[in-house]
């Protein structure tokens, strides 16, 4: 016979859920900060270089695409985390309070299963490039699943931050 898990013993384990979550979001937060630098630095060498030696870069445009993909697709899951996404409330503030957060939660959920649909079909296709040996088309061509992983890394960090805000939702309410 097999004994209900406790209410308690699920708040622990949301609560160790939450904070792993909340760790590799922060450690993707800096990564994408790190990325930002690098790509702010590859413009600048790149027009330091162009314009003052007479010596352009080949490689400072690739970087820069490549940096603009990781800053975005990093930071992504610390905005959901943060509730930093856009929304458009014309709707929504014309409910009464207690069906919005219903409404609310559902909507969280919803975000939560197209992040891992996006996830799944961004790494099936990153998948298809690796298997393939795909390059990009730059000066200096890399496998592009090099940069697309972190696609898929991003809307499934971001689909389990909005998984945690259901259920934070869920909480508060009842």
Same mark, same amino acid.
């Given at each position: 016979m =097999?004994?209900?898990?406790?209410?308690? +013993?699920?708040?622990t384990l949301?609560?160790? &859920?939450?904070?792993?979550?909340?760790?590799?979001t922060?450690?993707?937060?800096?990564?994408?900060?790190?990325?930002?630098?690098?790509?702010?630095f590859?413009y600048?060498?790149e027009?330091?270089?162009r314009?003052? &030696?007479?010596?352009?870069?080949?490689? +400072?445009?690739?970087?820069?695409? @490549? &940096?603009?993909?990781?800053?975005v697709?990093?930071a992504?899951?610390?905005i959901?985390?943060?509730r930093?996404?856009?929304t458009?409330?014309?709707?929504?503030?014309?409910?009464?309070?207690?069906?919005l957060?219903?409404?609310?939660?559902?909507?969280?959920?919803?975000?939560?299963?197209?992040?891992? @649909?996006? @996830?799944?079909?961004?790494?099936?296709? =990153?998948?298809?490039?690796?298997?393939?040996?795909?390059?990009?088309?730059?000066?200096?061509?890399v496998?592009?699943w090099?940069?697309? +992983?972190?696609?898929?890394?991003?809307?499934?960090? +971001?689909?389990?931050?909005f998984?945690?805000?259901?259920?934070?939702?869920?909480?508060?309410?009842?």
């Amino acid at each position: 016979m =097999t004994t209900p898990i406790s209410k308690t +013993s699920m708040n622990t384990l949301f609560s160790v &859920f939450s904070r792993l979550l909340d760790s590799i979001t922060r450690l993707s937060l800096y990564l994408s900060g790190i990325a930002l630098f690098l790509l702010l630095f590859s413009y600048i060498f790149e027009v330091v270089m162009r314009y003052f &030696f007479d010596m352009p870069t080949t490689w +400072s445009y690739d970087l820069g695409k @490549a &940096f603009l993909c990781t800053s975005v697709m990093l930071a992504l899951p610390d905005i959901t985390r943060n509730r930093g996404n856009i929304t458009i409330d014309v709707l929504l503030e014309q409910l009464p309070p207690t069906i919005l957060e219903k409404v609310k939660q559902l909507i969280t959920l919803v975000c939560f299963g197209i992040c891992l @649909a996006t @996830a799944w079909i961004c790494f099936d296709e =990153t998948l298809r490039q690796y298997t393939a040996n795909i390059e990009t088309f730059w000066n200096n061509p890399v496998p592009k699943w090099w940069i697309s +992983s972190l696609i898929p890394f991003g809307f499934l960090l +971001s689909g389990l931050q909005f998984f945690r805000l259901s259920i934070v939702a869920k909480n508060q309410e009842g």
